[in-house]
């Protein structure tokens, strides 16, 4: 009986051991200063979606866009579709997220902005380095002033330092209902009529190339069961209790 056992553990040691595959390494990146905000939640979420580990560095978008074409990172989000991105990288369909850019102000002027012309008088609060629609964003005769957040933009609102601020709805309307003052703002009765369709894209470069399929199914799941909206609810309700 021991000459048997003894065998055993001899083939058994024998055997060559099958060494774990060490967990895909992602490279990404946001806007600076935001390494805990929005698209940082979108990145680890899908990260571990994956089983994949990630680093996010901080760098501007225009910078995001060269280093992805690169190869030098592998994964963005929040990124719109445009015809003359389409072979710089891959957009993976669908988009996670649709937002609209609302103007809000004191629910009793909501009515004093009915045009796009009314914006002219006022003093807009816009946040540092956005886009919003392009009329707006290339006027030089609007008056905007810039912030870092939608909560800085809701107490300059309240303060009456600024008369209007522009911010995603899907955003805005939750921080109000946190902080507790959704019947102190509201939307102005002109509205810009548009969508931003938001996708995440990855390097034509990056071994996330083989698992297209997996991040479409990881998207579609998300969206379905509304992981994303919740992960952006969270965040922004958070962020009004700071």
Do not use: W
């Not at 912030?147 to 939750?174: A, C, F, M, W």
């Amino acid at each position: 009986m021991n000459k048997v056992t003894t065998l055993i553990n001899c083939l058994l040691f024998a055997l060559p051991t099958i060494a774990a595959e060490p967990p895909l390494q992602l490279k990404a990146a946001v806007a600076e200063g935001f390494t805990n905000g929005l698209h940082a939640k979108y990145l680890h979420y899908i990260a571990k979606q994956l089983d994949a580990e990630i680093s996010i560095t901080t760098m501007p978008f225009a910078r995001r866009i060269q280093e992805i074409k690169k190869g030098n990172l592998d994964i963005i989000v929040g990124i719109q579709k445009t015809k003359e991105r389409e072979d710089k990288f891959m957009y993976i369909e669908p988009h996670y997220e649709s937002l609209s850019y609302r103007f809000f102000s004191l629910a009793e002027n909501t009515s004093l902005t009915r045009s796009y012309s009314d914006l002219y008088n006022k003093v807009i609060g816009v946040n540092k380095h956005s886009k919003y629609f392009p009329i707006f964003d290339n006027d030089k005769a609007l008056q905007k002033v810039e912030v870092v957040s939608l909560k800085q933009n809701i107490n300059l609102l309240l303060r009456g330092r600024i008369d209007l601020l522009i911010h995603y709805q899907e955003s805005t309307l939750p921080t109000l209902a946190s902080m507790g003052i959704l019947t102190k703002i509201r939307q102005t009765t002109f509205q810009p009529k548009h969508e931003n369709l938001h996708y995440i894209t990855i390097s034509n470069k990056s071994e996330l190339m083989d698992q297209k399929e997996k991040l479409r199914n990881i998207l579609k799941q998300g969206i379905e069961n509304r992981t994303f909206a919740i992960i952006r609810q969270q965040h922004y309700q958070h962020n009004a209790n700071k």
